[in-house]
């Protein structure tokens, strides 16, 4: 079965997720503001949901169409082969958005696209009335500019839910920024990575996982799993395959440290829930006293600023401190993200390069000093 897709990610990583996908097989990719389009088989679909980084979800696109009014988002809706997907006692909740479009009340577009499936699937069942208490099948839509975009969620939880972080601190950073900046970064498989404010040491545990090509999705459950859509030997396939890539015997380690002993406890805790316990050292300390003292190393780091657990002084005597320590120096390369426009000032110099980043809400900039 030959499938159109869309994969939602964070503004700023739409090239990091075409990137990927292209790499697992998808055809005909094609990048958007928030979103990257693709085409492939069952196993394409079951591989995007296991082993992309960066993308929040792996929705099946079942239509693209112009609806002006709710009659045609109806008839457009209703004319879809909904009976393939969703079975007679499936649950099928509907939930989207409208941005620019004539059709600007998201309940009442609800409300048409669920009375449309209803009625469709009345027609292929011949039923008048669906329990819904089976496998969640959660529609989703976008109307943009009057084009409606029928979907279909196949992973349920986000995809930044890798599972191996059941509490965080008290400002964690999303998983798939996190690997974001580590693939901007250009971790890998022999690097030494340094992470000196490592809260719960999700950027830890997503630079061992890119490193050694570790699938993010391969310990958690998907929502289409519980689908009849896909045989379970493309399962099975696809995460045989995702064993067979993970690099064996690499040269990577990883130093975190923090100032907080709860956060160094939880970083221990979900790196060997990630199974990368093995390749992860800690210690607590300040970015003072962290242990810089490596030939080479790539450090990436989400350090409290501001908008999360310090004050803006603070923050920014912080960045001082880092500017200080953190010097020019053959074999090292330092990313950095923070909200903080003034980040370069209190650095102390400007950034090789610089990528817009959105940490949750908040605009960020990714700073990367590698000369």
Not at 305 to 321: N, T
Not at 348 to 370: E, S, T, V
Request: charged share 25%; hydrophobic share 40%.
């Amino acid at each position: 079965m030959y499938m159109k897709m869309v994969a939602p990610c964070l503004f700023g990583l739409e090239g990091a997720v075409a990137d990927e996908l292209r790499f697992m097989g998808a055809k005909n990719v094609l990048s958007q503001n928030g979103r990257v389009f693709f085409e492939g088989d069952e196993n394409i679909l079951v591989r995007a949901n296991l082993c992309s980084r960066f993308a929040e979800r792996i929705l099946i696109v079942l239509d693209i169409f112009e609806a002006y009014t709710f009659e045609e988002l109806f008839q457009g809706v209703k004319a879809l082969p909904w009976a393939e997907f969703i079975g007679k006692n499936d649950a099928f909740p509907v939930k989207g958005y409208s941005i620019n479009s004539e059709l600007h009340s998201v309940p009442d577009c609800q409300k048409i696209i669920k009375k449309a499936i209803v009625e469709n699937l009345k027609e292929d069942y011949a039923v008048s009335w669906f329990e819904e208490s089976g496998p969640i099948h959660q529609i989703q839509f976008s109307i943009m500019k009057n084009e409606a975009t029928i979907m279909l969620d196949t992973s349920g939880k986000g995809l930044h839910k890798r599972g191996y972080r059941p509490v965080g601190n008290d400002a964690p950073i999303r998983e798939t920024l996190a690997a974001a900046m580590c693939y901007f970064s250009k971790l890998r498989h022999f690097h030494t990575m340094l992470d000196p404010c490592c809260g719960s040491g999700t950027v830890l545990i997503e630079g061992a996982m890119l490193a050694n090509n570790i699938a993010p999705g391969i310990n958690r459950n998907f929502d289409i799993e519980r689908w009849e859509l896909i045989d379970d030997s493309v399962w099975k396939a696809e995460k045989e395959r995702c064993r067979d890539l993970v690099k064996i015997d690499t040269d990577f380690v990883a130093f975190g440290s923090d100032i907080d002993p709860h956060a160094i406890s939880l970083t221990q805790k979900n790196a060997k829930n990630a199974g990368v316990d093995n390749f992860i050292r800690t210690d607590v300390c300040d970015v003072l006293n962290a242990d810089l003292s490596f030939e080479k190393g790539t450090l990436i780091t989400n350090p409290p600023y501001g908008e999360r657990m310090l004050d803006l002084r603070q923050a920014e005597r912080l960045y001082r401190v880092m500017g200080e320590r953190f010097i020019q120096k053959h074999g090292w390369s330092y990313g950095i993200i923070s909200p903080d426009e003034e980040f370069e000032k209190c650095f102390g110099r400007r950034a090789d390069k610089r990528r817009k980043l959105y940490n949750g809400m908040i605009k960020c900039q990714y700073y990367m000093y590698f000369k």
